[in-house]
């Protein structure tokens, strides 16, 4: 998550992972810096979270889709968020994987 602290915004698509819950102490610092930097997130998911953290905007997958795990794009990267315990990422460092992930994300985001 210490990556997502050195970019302008990130998106986040499926999952109700609640880092919060897991690394508590960790989250609040993080949260706060990210806050402090202005970093932007555009949350797409299933259940819109009610305790809305400053620069996130949210919204609804279309009806029908259901993505359980997390995934984070940022920068070059992606970071799959498996939702099972213990709770284990997959970071794929790729530019053009990171591509496709952000387009796949825009055309959701528009619908």
Known sequence: MQELLNIKEFLVLGGEIRFGEYLSIYTKHW???RERKKIYARILSNV???TEWK???HKKLP???NFPSSTLIFGDQIA???PEEPIRIILIN???TAISYKS???M???K
């Open 63 to 65: 009806k029908g889709l």
């Open 55 to 57: 620069y996130n905007q």
């Open 104 to 106: 796949e994300f825009e």
């Open 94 to 96: 790729s530019k053009q």
């Open 31 to 33: 949260a706060e810096e």
């Open 108 to 110: 959701l985001w528009k």
């Open 80 to 82: 799959i968020v498996l």
């Open 48 to 50: 819109i979270n009610k």
